[in-house]
């Protein structure tokens, strides 16, 4: 088991965790109120549906009451056909009520670096530029992928952890990874 990353900074401590099944319906009910009833339709739900996300990647932070108030989940992804391996991150989601605190922030550099220790070479996402080029993100190397459904060409951004690891990749972002026992997936949200 990981050891928790404390959060010191405006807010009271939190700490970050690797996620557990306990977990699931606090994260959900987060996920509700940080982005609404669509997030469930969009192209890279269609990446996470029925598969669990990648081994050591899946996130939450807790509040010193140890509520749930931030989540990151990272994806096994496979880029075009036949391509190479790469993560998907998504959904990052704070909590409203305690936005502006770097949990967000906090969240994503300890993806990262969790990320690149587990030997991955490279995370895609679909976001604000503007949000996720202080991480490293750039659509650069994305302009010959694409995701598997609707999505705006310019939010699809990639981090490459290991040098050259998005060279010459060209297709549609697929599944890979493991996939949920049938009886839960109505909680792979």
Do not use: C
């Amino acid at each position: 088991m990981e050891m928790p990353v404390e959060i010191v900074g405006r807010s009271p401590a939190f700490v970050i965790v690797a996620e557990t099944a306990a977990d699931v319906a606090a994260r959900e009910a987060l996920l509700d109120r940080a982005m609404g009833p669509k997030r469930r339709k969009k192209s890279s739900e269609k990446l996470r549906r029925g598969r669990r996300p990648s081994e050591g990647l899946a996130f939450v932070v807790r509040d010193a009451s140890g509520t749930v108030t931030g989540t990151a989940r990272l994806w096994d992804v496979v880029l075009g056909e036949g391509g190479p391996a790469a993560l998907l991150l998504g959904p990052l989601a704070v909590d409203p009520a305690v936005k502006n605190a770097g949990i967000g922030s906090a969240l994503m550099r300890h993806a990262v670096t969790e990320a690149a220790r587990l030997g991955h070479a490279a995370i895609l996402l679909v976001g604000d530029a503007p949000y996720y080029e202080r991480f490293g993100f750039s659509s650069e190397k994305t302009g010959s992928l694409a995701m598997p459904g609707p999505y705006e060409r310019h939010r699809l951004l990639a981090l490459e952890l290991a040098g050259g690891a998005l060279d010459g990749v060209q297709g549609t972002l697929r599944a890979a990874g493991r996939k949920l026992k049938a009886q839960k997936l109505s909680l792979a949200a």
